[in-house]
């Protein structure tokens, strides 16, 4: 492989004035640039990164942790990693894929043996172990996702409970009462204390008491068969709801298929609204599902680059951002069947209350 | 952060010992080694693995590379992800996600800028200019599918062809004599000649052909949208069709509640039968559909593994390989409605021909 010595001979300039092109250190006219480039492309040169890395002491790789083997990896977490690999790249980093379980140990052997300036944690939980490791080992690190108490922490995650109030707020003004909420069972002992089901639930419940209306809260295992078990539960359970929130992607298409088996019409009998789904699930399901979108891009994004601002100036603040889901209307939401008065007026509308 | 000088001094060993413990070149007793990882432990030391890299000319990354956004990553591509990120963490490698095109001058800047030993590339078409670009560069890779001339490349793939073979094989034992193949449509460009759809069209017209069958094509975007369209154009110009093989993943969803919405019963009045769907999705659609499921997972090990047995001994033989989809039947396939002789024998069944 050629040196810059080679290639600064075969450009016929200095061997500084390479280094000023490879390493963008100083401006250098586009004509000396070009035969510089020229040069490189001939002889074959690469930079030498390794070396460029230890002088640095940085490697501009970022590690992204994600449970590859704990559960099946959802729509929105395929946003987050081809966002955060598209950010990282615009930033000049490589991100790394590390598919480690919320264990500290098997984490510890990654960080060990792996070449990163930092870490971004996927599948946060409320008391999160791996945590006081990186900690330990001073290594930067920011988590997507957040832990029960983040203060000190660089966080970015979705505003699981701003989307259960747009949710309840769109839901009531279409003149639901009795609105239940769906969630997911993680069956990993590891995601106990899953920042996401919990900060939905509580959000749920203190939200509807708020509106003077009666909390329902079931949940299904994150499958088909749990989708269409959740429907004939729900039915026989709680015939009066008129109106589901769920936050389970994956079982949300078996679970709009279990209601129609039932013999419900969609949104007539049961309005359904997606939380954090992704909007190409909402899309994809029969029929195309309301839904308050997950963030996927924002979140890879957002947490790629308050990182590597970081990197680049430990000075510069903590990010911790709630990103919001936006409400995107599909064909399952719409006032009950059986609604006796018109509904109130909803945020959405241009319609004034009496 | 701690040197290894004062790992040793604290361990009371050798700089030598604590190099073999690290670096794993001289056997060292259980004891030192135990005494020794407890001072690294307590002092916080972390291998220098930039330095480490640099004497062995080895990054210990391996790139993937994989389109982020040209179109959706689809669930097979996902566990090609998935499982190529834990065999490189098995073999000590890092996987590092290139989100690139099939743009070989954005390559370029990805492989100059990087820092990487190896390549894998996914997405690839009967002529892909990202090849000569590598090979110019040195840089051994291996391709997660195949060039329409691949011989003298390392190459792991479906076997597309064999999964029609197979679909046909078990729809005929059923005793369809009019089938169908629904393919995708890809938008983009830059992806002409993307292997799998031409693969297996011609598969399916030959092995239709080989049978004394007319086969019949249709293809449709890979949206919900187009799996409707695609149930009403099929129903409309081929109403003698009995049974669709489906290389659509994305449509294939909406393709059966399409077919539903028009009146028909799934599998009585069509039999659907998927080609290379994830096991994920085809367990998730309604009703779970049969499918030939794609080996992602097997794409993504076996990829990483040949690459890094070649990075360890470049005598290693390049690896050729074509994966077989297995059968899943789930509720989407079964003999004709209107099937007037019992159907032949299926390779499946335990019974004999006359």
């Known amino acids: ?34 035969r510089v480039q020229a040069s490189m492309d001939e002889l074959g040169f690469r930079r030498n990164v390794l070396a460029r890395a230890l ?3 940085r490697t501009r790789n970022l590690a992204l942790v994600f449970p590859a083997l704990e559960h099946r990896l959802g729509n929105t977490a395929l946003g987050v990693l081809t966002s955060a690999a598209v950010a990282a790249s615009a930033r000049g980093f490589n991100l790394v894929l590390w598919p480690v379980s919320n264990d500290p140990a098997q984490l510890e052997e990654y960080v060990t043996g792996g070449l990163v300036d930092a870490v971004l944690l996927m599948e946060v939980t409320a008391e999160d172990a791996r945590i006081p490791l990186l900690q330990r080992l001073d290594l930067p690190f920011a988590l997507i996702g957040r832990t029960a108490e983040p203060s000190g922490l660089a966080y970015v995650d979705m505003d699981f409970a701003g989307a259960v109030e747009s949710g309840l707020d769109h839901l ?30 509580e959000a749920f419940e203190s939200g509807m008491l708020r509106r003077g209306l009666t909390p329902v809260v079931v949940s299904a295992p994150q499958t088909p068969a749990g989708g ?35 013999g ?18 909402a899309a994809m399901s029969d029929p195309p599902v309301s839904t308050l979108v997950a963030p996927g891009s924002e979140l890879g994004r957002l947490s790629v680059d308050s990182m590597v ?40 509308s241009k319609g004034t209350v009496p």
């Open 228 to 262: 269409r078990a959740a429907a004939a539960d729900l039915l026989r359970d709680h015939p009066e709801i008129t109106a589901t929130l769920v936050l389970n992607e994956d079982a949300l298409p078996t679970f709009l298929a279990g209601l129609t088996a039932h």
């Open 309 to 348: 601002d970081r990197l680049d100036d430990p000075a510069t603040p903590l990010v911790q951002a709630l990103i919001p889901c936006e409400l995107q209307l599909g064909d399952t939401t719409s006032p009950p069947a059986g609604a006796t008065r018109p509904p109130r007026a909803s945020s959405q």
């Open 172 to 201: 009531t003004a279409l003149g639901h009462e009795h609105i239940a909420l769906l969630l997911g069972e993680i069956a990993s002992p590891r995601l106990v204390g899953y920042g996401p089901i919990a900060r939905t639930g």
């Open 55 to 57: 002088a640095s002491n």
């Open 1 to 34: 492989m050629a040196t810059m010595r080679e290639v600064a001979r075969h450009a016929g300039v200095s061997i500084a004035t390479v280094s000023f092109v490879v390493n963008g250190t100083k401006p250098v006219s586009a004509a000396t640039r070009a």
């Open 264 to 281: 419900r019409s969609i949104p007539r009998d049961m309005s359904v609204l997606g939380l954090a789904t992704s909007a190409d699930a």
